[in-house]
């Protein structure tokens, strides 16, 4: 009887055992065999109460760690030149501090971090320079504080961060060269603190065309900086943030955006709550006064159905054709203006596809307006 008692006790202790914290001090892994040996030198360690740092030069796998679900500490990943996925990480779903992958050489995704739906503090993802995506993230639903992404030569869109509806700190996104749009970020509608894209000190996202991705964002705890992205050619995806929650705006030494006058954009200059700095962009969006000027011209009641007016070519240099969708009358006419609001040219049209010569003007922004009885219409140009 003493037997079978012992035998139940020695059953219920090992039940018990089998889920508990422990390392409030933290460990680290820096070899492989570390790794291997986790579960044997820590047998039913599940949550871990300290810091985990794993970095070594021959960790392929992180297999041993398939028995943690949570981290109470930060997870720091660094300086592993030889691990490829984060495989073996699968039943991780809580960090209480930051998860930190910086200088894996050879990592091409975050594949082993598909069970993690929170981080309580910052996401950071720096020089890491096979990872191409960002896929084995798309349980993630929190970030509590920054989310930082700097410096992944091979990245190309942040695919993996679609569930993620809040951040609660600031958006990075630095000197990742090969990154052409923001898709991935679909899911997002607030950020706590700042939206910071591209840094002068840092460098820009050299390939990135578009801020796509960015639609469902409505609201912001800080500045808009945007700074040299020399392939950005608009702030088409930015329309729907509050201008209330803007703190500063910055944009400037983006060698290829012209067009900024976006409805938060305009919103916000229209009532600036701090600094504006616009500056060293291309025509367009080189001055607060012309992006101001582009505004409060196309904000006016009168104009509408800009999508069925075209111009072309658009930079023009000599000659510029316009296409109207409205059969012209007597009273249609043509007018351009200059970004001050002051008429230039004007006639009256008698064919919906017309010829103008634009080559007396100086380089610079223009509207084309063309109206009749029953509608305007007024498109923007440049002359370079």
Not at 232 to 252: H, Q, V
């Amino acid at each position: 009887m003493k037997k079978v008692f012992t035998s139940i006790l020695g059953l219920v202790f090992s039940f018990v055992g089998f889920s508990q914290s422990c390392l409030p001090d933290g460990i680290i892994f820096t070899t492989q065999a570390h790794i291997d040996s986790f579960q044997v030198n820590y047998p039913n360690c599940t949550q871990i109460e300290g810091n985990v740092t794993i970095s070594g030069s021959n960790i392929t796998n992180l297999n041993g760690l398939s028995i943690v679900t949570s981290i109470e500490g930060k997870l720091q990943i660094s300086d592993n030149a030889s691990l490829n996925s984060l495989t073996g990480l699968e039943s991780l779903t809580s960090i209480g501090g930051n998860i930190e992958l910086e200088s894996n050489d050879t990592l091409t995704s975050l594949t082993g971090l598909e069970g993690l739906t929170s981080i309580g503090g910052d996401l950071y993802i720096s020089d890491n320079n096979a990872l191409n995506s960002l896929n084995g993230l798309e349980g993630l639903t929190s970030i509590e504080w920054s989310l930082q992404i700097y410096y992944n030569d091979a990245l190309t869109s942040l695919t993996g961060l679609e569930g993620i509806p809040s951040i609660g700190g600031d958006l990075h996104i630095i000197n990742n060269v090969t990154l052409t749009s923001l898709t991935g970020l679909e899911g997002l509608t607030t950020i706590g603190g700042s939206l910071i894209i591209g840094d002068w000190d840092y460098g820009g996202n050299a390939s990135l065309t578009s801020l796509t991705g960015l639609e469902g964002l409505t609201s912001i705890g800080g500045n808009i900086e945007l700074e040299s992205n020399d392939a950005l050619t608009s702030l088409t995806g930015l329309d729907n943030i509050d201008a209330g929650s803007i703190n500063d705006i910055y944009i400037k030494n983006n060698e290829s955006l012209s067009t900024c006058d976006v409805q938060s954009i305009c919103n916000y200059l229209a009532s600036p709550n701090g600094t504006v700095e616009i500056h060293d962009n291309a025509t367009g969006c080189n001055s607060e006064v012309e992006v101001d000027s582009t505004c409060v011209y196309l904000s006016t009641d009168e104009i509408n159905i800009q999508h069925a007016f075209s111009i072309y070519p658009n930079p023009a240099s000599t000659i510029i054709t316009i296409e109207t969708p409205i059969t012209p009358d007597n009273n249609t006419f043509m007018t351009i203006f200059n970004i001050n609001g002051q008429a230039l040219l004007s006639r009256q049209i008698n064919d919906p596809i017309i010829n103008v010569d634009v080559s007396g003007l100086p380089q610079g922004i223009y509207f084309v307006k063309v109206s009749d009885d029953r509608t305007v219409m007024v498109w923007k140009f440049v002359v370079q």
